[in-house]
């Protein structure tokens, strides 16, 4: 029941402030968000998650121990993901049914830019890209961003790739 509840506060918060934002030519896709609790300053604009954070936006699922959507000073809403240890990392999936790939990556933090789609993985980063079920990516580094837009990867420090042909 708390599931439900802060699903539908979520949704409706999260439609209502940050689309005023948006300007009036685009509509920002719809953000669903599930966790164990919610924490919100309204001054600040900024929203906090806790506990089993499952988070949908587009063709991207996230998962977390905790969240937080801010908006940043030129409009654009962010999204920071942590996992609680070193143990854990947060995970997203990127489905592309068009292409029959799915993308995996994991990292110990993930930062997402909801208008441009650019997801920052931080500390011991992995992206995964499978075609038909068969690995035809990897790639590890301490940074890597993703920029969904355009599907390229910029990596930063100790990179490591491999690529096979699907």
Same mark, same amino acid.
């Given at each position: &029941?708390?599931?439900? @509840?802060?699903?539908?506060?979520?949704?409706?918060?999260?439609?209502?402030?940050?689309?005023? !934002?948006? +300007? #009036?030519?685009?509509? &920002?896709? !719809?953000?669903?968000?599930?966790? %164990?609790?919610?924490?919100?300053?309204? +001054?600040?604009?900024?929203?906090?998650? @806790?506990?089993?954070?499952?988070?949908?936006?587009? +063709?991207?699922?996230?998962?977390?121990?905790? &969240? =937080?959507?801010?908006?940043?000073? =030129?409009?654009?809403?962010?999204?920071? !993901?942590?996992?609680? =240890?070193? #143990?854990?990392?947060?995970?997203?999936?990127? #489905?592309?049914?068009? $292409?029959?790939?799915?993308?995996?990556? #994991?990292? +110990?933090?993930?930062?997402? %830019?909801?208008?441009?789609? $650019?997801?920052?993985?931080?500390?011991?980063?992995?992206?995964?890209?499978?075609?038909? %079920?068969?690995?035809?990516?990897?790639?590890?580094? =301490? @940074?890597?961003?993703?920029?969904?837009? @355009?599907? $390229?990867?910029?990596?930063?420090?100790?990179?490591?790739? &491999?690529?096979?042909?699907?």
């Amino acid at each position: &029941m708390n599931y439900f @509840i802060s699903f539908i506060f979520i949704y409706l918060f999260i439609n209502s402030q940050f689309c005023c !934002a948006q +300007s #009036n030519t685009s509509e &920002m896709p !719809a953000v669903h968000i599930y966790s %164990d609790s919610l924490l919100f300053d309204n +001054s600040k604009k900024e929203k906090f998650f @806790i506990g089993n954070v499952i988070c949908f936006y587009e +063709s991207i699922s996230l998962y977390a121990d905790k &969240m =937080n959507i801010y908006e940043h000073i =030129n409009g654009n809403q962010l999204a920071t !993901a942590e996992a609680k =240890n070193k #143990n854990k990392s947060v995970i997203f999936y990127i #489905n592309n049914l068009k $292409k029959s790939e799915l993308i995996k990556g #994991n990292s +110990s933090k993930l930062e997402l %830019d909801f208008q441009t789609g $650019k997801l920052s993985l931080i500390g011991n980063a992995i992206i995964t890209r499978y075609f038909q %079920d068969r690995i035809i990516e990897y790639i590890e580094g =301490n @940074i890597i961003i993703y920029f969904q837009s @355009i599907d $390229k990867y910029h990596t930063q420090h100790d990179f490591r790739k &491999m690529v096979q042909e699907p």
